[in-house]
């Protein structure tokens, strides 16, 4: 019964608001009577005492739609009077109608960033993987398997997304949508915000076990894991409350009509409370390895290069920002979701496609040094080459002579000539460890024309720039 009840309505509205169409279109001089025959009989008195407080002629409703106020006084009068939210979608659709409103249609907004953004990211996944398989030689970390897993995430959730914003009219207002769309509008929002709360902590957790490779410092290390363990209870925690925010769960995408029975917590707060906190962690997240760039001895060029580096998240915490700003404009509990959510909807796939591609540029940059050798990234002293090896890192003094190639004076092939022999003797003194690992962690040199490096075992330093 519930089902043909609610066909019957759906085929009642479309049958009216078709013929207050054609009468508008056929009559410049619409009167009040031809509206409020397509109108439900709860909106009569509304629309009478509107009228009738009006100075327009009477039954004029070209004259009453030109007033400043009219669209606003009828909706609040029957939103008050109005049960149903049908009736009063109906209302809403039947005076726009008749006052010649333009219709609005923004559908292509989200479904173009969402595959343009998807499309960058997957492309800065890739190359990631190719630099460190192919170009690099280097073993893949937990760090890149959680950058894959964000990509894997958001890309479905993407398509999800753009699917069923086209069938349920993402993009336009709601009182212009038949019934069934509202509902799998309800529906696809409620899917795609819990795979954003998921894939929200995946990204954190991405540059987290990223640092993890190439800090060495047991403090930056203890601050680290807890950082991690604190970004896994948050997104499992909003993961849990997005599930099950309403019950039973169906009431989500059913609660418009407000003909179900169900309750929900408040999910503006939810939305609001999970930015907050995402945003949050995003600037102590950047402040730990930016913590460490004073105490390293370099000068103050390498030291913005190494900074700027590690800024790149600030990208993404400006897009959370903006994305905060339109969830407090356009409440999450929206009369007009279906419209007003748009450009929430197209910050958060920025948000999780730019942490994405953040994620990645280090190594971008190794594909840069190594695609154009000549392009110097925080270059090193000209004339000089610096050896860190992981051995011999004791106290006391330790030398070693060895016959090597010069970079610039390759060694004589002809009979009787002179070999270079380079003894180097390495005094170390008593320095505490972890002032040894981030000096080491940060000398900035080039990768020479081949990818390899000066040392045969691989200091932190080479982890980064490998990255």
Known sequence: ????????????????????????????????????????????????????????????????????NFDDTATTCVESNCKLAKDILTVKNVTQVACKREVRDNTKKFPTVAIVFSILSGIFVIQRFAVKIYASNLSLGLDDWITLLAALIQAPGAAIACEGGRRSGFGRDIWTLQYDQITDFGYYLYIYSTIYFFNVSVCKLAFLFFYL?????????RALWGTIIFVLTFGLVFLFVSIFQCKPVSYYWHRWDKEHVGTCINASAVAWANSGISIGLDFFMIG???????????????????????????FVTIISIIRLE??????????????????????????????????????????????FPRLHIWPSEPGTRQDFTERNLGFGTTSRSMAEKHPDMPLP????????????????????????????LMQMRDLDTNGSTASPSRSPSDKLRGY
């Not at 100075?55 to 004259?63: L, P, R, V």
């Not at 092939?413 to 080491?440: C, K, N, W």
């Open 1 to 68: 019964m519930r089902i043909i009840g609610r066909a019957s309505w759906l085929a009642a509205s479309v049958f009216l608001v078709a013929s207050t169409f054609f009468t508008t279109a056929a009559s410049a001089d619409l009167t009040l009577a031809d509206v409020l025959k397509a109108l439900p009989s709860c909106s009569y008195d509304c629309l009478t005492l509107l009228t009738e407080s009006s100075d327009c002629a009477t039954g004029n409703m070209t004259c009453y739609c030109a007033s400043p």
């Open 213 to 221: 490779r190439v800090f060495p410092a047991p403090r930056v290390r």
């Open 288 to 314: 730990i390895p930016l913590s460490q760039i004073n105490s390293l001895n370099l000068d103050w060029k390498k030291k913005i290069g190494v900074g700027a580096m590690f800024c790149v998240g600030l």
């Open 326 to 371: 339109n969830l407090i404009v356009h409440g999450w509990e929206s009369p007009n979701a279906t419209y007003e959510k748009v450009d929430v909807a197209v910050w958060s796939t920025i948000e999780i496609n730019v942490g994405i591609i953040c994620a990645c540029m280090p190594s971008l940059r190794s594909l840069i040094v190594r695609t």
């Open 413 to 440: 092939t002809r009979p009787g000539a002179i070999a270079l022999h380079m003894t180097y003797a390495v005094e170390f003194g008593a320095r505490d460890s972890e002032s040894m690992d981030e000096q080491r």
